[in-house]
């Protein structure tokens, strides 16, 4: 099988050099791996250079960007990344699980409770990456056992639409929300499909309680699905507030040249954390645990921070035109809070919103 | 084997061998048929029947998941949503689709391939993609139409609202009449002018005629297409999730996701979908009283002549309707999504400097699975159409022909998937087919399977109807002659179907290459749909890139279609008549 693989990397690779491209992808990698990192990539590449990852934790663009940067680093090893909200990524996880036919290698929900049920059950590899013990130290540690380790990070503001709404009278506070002035114009997303939602309410239910949202309800919201319809929504121009709105997306959107802006509420932007994890039983474990090494690296924070999230290396700093969740006043749940609170908090959901 | 059948049978002496004779050979062929259906139809079906009536964990008999599926008011007014879904859409469809498919079928109406045309590109729109253009045209607070009005008017708000029940009969109407319009115009089509000539003779007008005499003669394809739209409507699980969520109601579809999130509920979902299997059986035993034992047999090879009607200045009215549905359903909806398709930021409208190739790039190149998703997408629609097409005629053709003890039951296995929501059905078949010993989850092998039980209705309903109007007397000279079964059915009825079938093969394969509903829970990581693509990315704010897609989705659709009517020659769904 081996000599197969290489000969065939080998005849790929120098194609490559003889179209003049593939010079700077092939020497890139090899001086700068560390030994453990080499011995992961021989082995990777023995499993047949691919890797199924399942991801919720950015838009599809910073998925795929994150995917060919791996790629590049490691040749002959292809990235196939899933987008998806982290509800339909669980399920398509639960799914596989109870057919015994494990697709995904390595998931990245924005849920954590998904991870600690997962764990519970028996479902995830346990693999302690060389690089978490170099992330900063809000991110370490969520699993002492070693089963999941956050890999990004972003944070949910209030977003509008500058053509609609002038900067004096944009919301400045998550209250400001409520004010009747705002009816029939503001977009949210939906805890029972986006993990970001979920934990958001679940924030804003710990700070206000629930009476929040059967006000919010009142001022008749736009509800999608993942957080970032509510993008989509500012930017038709249907809504004018995007009341979950999140920072990377909506910033990644502004440059694109849309007219929209952020603000970062008074009262605490929400922060999210979320974590990766390899399944057990998947089909290139090898794999997977080089793509955890490789999610925690400097080089995948540098991408984050490209498109506006957090970084979650002390060496990256944020992008020019984001803020930093160090120099925010933020507000989170805790992981038992959200293990407990988000299936309440979708229920709660139902009830007062309908859908 | 079948080709020289007539051969061996002069060849044959022992007594087994004509002991096989009097079984006649095509009858084992049915055998093997009843097998397959029980595989795709019965087994995934009855598996969900059972899984209705047991605790999740134990297995035991239980009444339970009844009591927890419908003991919400909730779940019952998202049945009752789904109920005014299907019929809004079905009446609405038809208003689309009968008048367009008389006037292109009988009619001089001008401009008569464009039409055909644009009826077929709205085929070709996926819901989810039309329901997109729609809330770009008709949102409350944004929508292009809505803008359009207050700027004539002066009013301080618009008049259309997507976000509503009547937005979303309209949406998912558009994009469904073709059905309507397809099973009405090929059935016209057969029709000869001598019953016309005979009304107006005795005196009747044309809008008498056409009333009286020309629309109930293809009154089974009409209900059929009713019958098929009311069925599409309710299954639809992208369209509702864009326009119904945020219009704050929920239909049945909908609501069955939310019973499989976590924890996974398949149990209470199947007891959920259990009175839409009870509404298929009804319409379709409805279907069986109207038409009753009345004749439709309007073929019978005897000749008989076709003349168009002329309608004279009317016939501008006609084409100015046509034109209308033409817009509802393609021109307004494609505009803004080909300005999304090649914008940098849609938000910003149209303009030179916001044109760009980009999002094409970023499809293509960056995004290292549009490829082979589309490439995907359409092996595995025309796989699925021909293997629909090839078991609903065959069992089209055992009911028809009465060849078997409860045929109908045949019918009713064939036509029960269409309403069993493409989520239900996939869990189904997922519960069946994806753990070991077969293992296919994650395989081709399942999405293939899974869209050919999705689309055999459509499938046998346009055979069903093909065969319905071609009279058994020519098959019958065949087999007097000595022919066998089989020898009838391929040198009589194949040729007399050709049309039909070939437009059969298309109206799987299309509704294929946009079905969402039951592939989002059968794809694999490697095995992506287009539909699947479209619905990831529309959770994403990203329209530039999803409109690309959609773009590039039709347009390839377009060009397969168009490239297999040029094979088949006229013999094709939407063909220029000569």
């Known amino acids: 099988m081996f000599p197969i693989r290489r000969r065939s990397f080998i005849i790929g690779s120098s194609a490559c050099l003889v179209l003049g491209s593939g010079s700077k992808v092939l020497a890139q990698p090899a001086p700068s791996m560390r030994p453990h990192e080499k011995e992961l990539y021989e082995a990777a590449r023995k499993e047949g250079g691919e890797l199924t990852w399942y991801t919720a934790q950015s838009d599809d663009i910073t998925a795929q960007a994150l995917g060919r940067s791996f790629e590049s680093i490691y040749p002959g090893i292809k990235v196939n990344a899933l987008r998806t909200t982290a509800q339909v990524a669980y399920q398509r996880i639960t799914q596989e699980i109870k057919a015994s036919a494990i697709q995904c290698d390595l998931l990245s929900t924005t849920d954590i409770g998904h991870s600690v049920a997962l764990k519970a059950n028996g479902a995830l590899e346990k693999y302690v990456p060389d690089n978490a013990s170099k992330v900063l130290d809000v991110y370490k540690n969520y699993d002492p056992d070693g089963h999941y380790f956050v890999t990004s990070a972003g944070m949910i503001g209030i977003g509008y639409n500058t053509a609609k709404v002038k900067e004096a009278d944009a919301p400045k506070n998550w209250a400001d929300l409520l004010d009747p002035k705002w009816n029939n114009n503001i977009a949210l997303g939906h805890p029972g499909f986006s993990g970001y939602v979920g934990t958001w309410a679940l924030t804003l239910r710990n700070q206000y309680g629930w009476e929040f949202f059967e006000k919010l309800a009142k001022n008749n919201p736009r509800v999608g699905r993942s957080i970032n319809d509510t993008v989509t929504m500012l930017n038709a121009g249907e809504s004018a507030i995007a009341g979950s709105g999140p920072v990377g997306t909506l910033l990644e959107s502004v440059q694109k040249g849309n007219p929209l802006a952020m603000v970062y509420p008074t009262d605490g932007t929400v922060l999210i954390i979320a974590p990766s994890s390899i399944m057990k039983g998947c089909k290139h474990p090898n794999t997977a645990r080089l793509f955890m090494e490789f999610l925690l690296s400097e080089g995948a924070s540098k991408i984050w921070v490209d498109h506006f999230n957090e970084t979650i290396r002390p060496e990256v700093s944020a992008s020019k035109g984001a803020k930093s969740a160090k120099d925010l006043k933020i507000i989170r749940p805790t992981v038992e809070q959200i293990t407990k609170g988000i299936p309440e908090v979708i229920k709660q959901w139902r009830e007062t919103f309908g859908v | ?578």
């Not at chain 2, 002496?13 to 062929?29: C, E, G, H, P, Y």
């Not at chain 2, 069955?256 to 319409?283: D, G, H, K, N, S």
């Not at chain 2, 359903?329 to 398709?341: I, K, Y």
């Not at chain 2, 078991?391 to 029960?416: D, G, T």
């Open chain 2, 1 to 578: 084997m079948t080709d020289n059948s007539l051969d061996v049978r002069t060849v044959q002496f022992s007594a087994l061998a004509s002991r096989v004779k009097r079984l006649d050979a095509s009858f084992l062929l049915w055998l093997v048929l009843i097998a397959l259906l029980a595989f795709l139809i019965l087994n995934p079906i009855l598996r969900l029947i059972i899984s209705s009536l047991q605790e999740t964990d134990t297995g035991r008999f239980t009444l339970a998941n009844y009591r927890t599926a419908y003991g919400n008011v909730r779940h019952l007014q998202s049945l009752l949503n789904s109920l005014e879904l299907g019929v809004g859409v079905a009446l609405l469809a038809t208003c689309f689709g009968v008048p367009i498919a008389w006037a292109i079928s009988r009619t001089d109406m001008p401009g008569k391939a464009f039409i055909r045309l644009m009826v077929f590109a709205a085929f070709v729109t996926p819901p989810y993609l039309g329901a997109i253009g729609w809330i770009l045209l008709a949102g409350p607070n944004s929508g292009w139409l809505n803008k359009i009005w207050m700027a004539l008017t002066g009013a301080g708000h618009g008049i259309f609202n997507i976000y509503s029940m009547t937005g979303l009969i309209l949406v998912i109407a558009v994009t469904s009449f073709p059905y309507t319009f397809v099973f009405t115009s090929s059935a016209l089509d057969l029709v000869s002018s001598e019953m016309e000539d005979a009304a107006n003779i005795l005196g009747a007008r044309t809008l008498r005629t056409t009333l009286r005499i020309t629309l109930p003669l293809v009154t089974p394809a009409i209900i059929g297409g009713v019958i098929i739209s009311f069925l599409e409507a309710i299954a639809l699980f992208g369209a509702p999730a864009l326009i119904a969520l945020p219009a704050r109601f929920n239909v049945v579809s909908t609501q069955l996701w939310q019973f499989f999130e976590y924890p996974v509920r398949v149990e209470e979902a199947a007891a959920y979908a259990m009175p839409l299997l009870a509404i298929t059986v009804l319409m379709f035993w409805l279907q069986r009283r109207i038409l009753g034992r009345r004749g439709y047999t309007s073929v019978t090879g005897k000749g008989g002549e076709r003349r168009m009607i002329a309608l004279g200045p009317w016939r501008w009215v006609m084409l100015a309707y046509a034109l209308l549905v033409c817009a509802l359903s393609v021109f307004l909806p494609m505009l803004v999504l080909v300005q999304a398709a090649f914008a940098k930021a849609w938000g910003r409208g149209f303009s030179f400097d916001n044109l760009t190739l980009h999002n094409f790039y970023y499809l293509l190149v960056e995004q290292t699975q549009a490829k082979q998703t589309i490439l995907n997408t359409f092996v595995y629609s025309a796989v699925t159409a021909f293997a629909a097409i090839s078991l609903s005629l065959a069992i089209a053709y055992v009911v028809n022909r009465k060849l078997v003890p409860w045929s109908n039951v045949l019918a009713f296995l064939c036509v029960a998937p269409f309403v069993v929501p493409g989520i239900v059905l996939a869990i189904g078949f997922y519960a069946a087919y994806a753990p070991p010993p077969l293992a296919l989850y994650g395989t081709a092998t399942i999405l293939i399977l899974g869209f050919t039980t999705r689309f055999l209705p459509i499938a046998y309903t346009s055979s069903a109807a093909g065969l319905r109007s071609i009279n058994p007397e020519m098959e019958e000279a065949v087999r007097i002659l000595g022919g066998s079964r089989l020898l009838a059915i391929r040198k009589v009825l194949i040729p007399l179907l050709k049309k039909s079938l070939a437009g059969a093969w298309i109206l799987v394969f299309i509704p294929a290459t946009r079905e969402l509903s039951s592939a989002i829970f059968l794809v694999g990581p490697n095995t992506r749909v287009i539909s699947v693509m479209l619905f990831d990315l529309s959770e994403e704010g990203n329209f530039e890139v999803r409109g690309d897609l959609g773009v590039s989705l039709l347009i390839s659709t377009v060009a397969i279609a168009g490239i297999g009517s040029k094979i088949i020659g006229r013999d094709f769904m939407l063909r220029s008549k000569s």
